[in-house]
């Protein structure tokens, strides 16, 4: 089953007093590209969770958001530098003899000073917090790949419904290209008699150059060939596996062969087949840039 290369997911869990949220976006690319917002204060997650995703993703622009937050401040330690109150203390009342005020030095005149408490981080566990942050970026990841998944079965049931509408149209110029060929040994019969009136005409010289035309216009080998590609796009859609890179080959390898059946055939039935074919390839390889 094809997965598709965009897909959303998301997990929030709580841990005692810490509650984390886990946000995964990503789209199209052509490798695997990883970038995560996370708090500053942790960064070394950002290793692991890269190596853990890259597990589970092959291809696409992946962007995480992590957030880590504590409920009740329990992450954060005050603490009152009282060397530093009391040296405000003894200035504020050196000040007061010297000018003769009031002493009304209060509690909270002493808070109004810079640093007379130290905020501080408590230390981070790191097993801890990884052991959380991978426990809800597992449960967001598997949201994504269902996601992906979901997605994928849609673009495989669509590119299906063009594959054979292509072959159809494979049909159809196998079924028409003989008819090119004698038609054109008619045209030319036609127009030697015109050419020559009564005298005789040579059957041989004719049979000689509709074998020349059609083997200029022969499109057997292309046909084949557009089947056997038909076919390993269908294997390739029911394997449980990257495949957007070999299905993208295949596709051009299909319009390549397009593209040879249009400049040998001058028909103007086969050429508008030929145009139905290229849009019809160019829709799948639309579909493809999608695919994992």
Known sequence: MPKSMTGYG?????????????????????????????????????????????????????EVYISIAVNDGSDVSVEANQ???????????????????????????????????????????????????SECAKE?????????????????????????QIETSVEAVEKRSP????????????????????KNIDESRILTEAAIFADKTAVDEETVRL???IASCRELLDLDEPIGKKLDFIVQEMNREVNTTGSKCSDLEITKIVVDLKSTIEKIREQIQNIE
């Open 10 to 62: 998301r997990a929030k869990s709580v841990f005692g007093q810490r509650e984390i949220t886990v946000e995964i976006r990503s789209v199209n690319h052509r490798f695997f590209e990883f970038s995560c917002r996370y708090p500053r204060q942790y960064a070394f997650i950002e290793d692991k969770l890269k190596s853990l995703f890259s597990k589970e993703i092959n291809r696409g622009k992946v």
């Open 83 to 133: 060397a530093l109150a009391q040296s405000y203390v003894s200035a504020l009342r050196k000040a007061n003899e010297l000018l003769n005020l009031r002493d009304d030095i209060s509690l909270t005149s002493v808070l109004r000073f810079p640093d007379v408490f130290n905020v501080t981080k408590s230390e981070t566990d790191e097993d801890e917090i990884w052991s959380e942050v």
């Open 140 to 164: 967001a990841l598997s949201g994504f790949i269902a996601m992906r998944r979901a997605e994928g079965e849609r673009l495989r049931d669509d590119i299906h419904i063009k594959l054979a």
């Open 179 to 198: 008819s090119v060929t004698e038609e054109y040994s008619k045209k030319l019969y036609a127009k030697l008699s015109e050419l020559l009136g009564d």
């Open 227 to 229: 089947r056997s590609h």
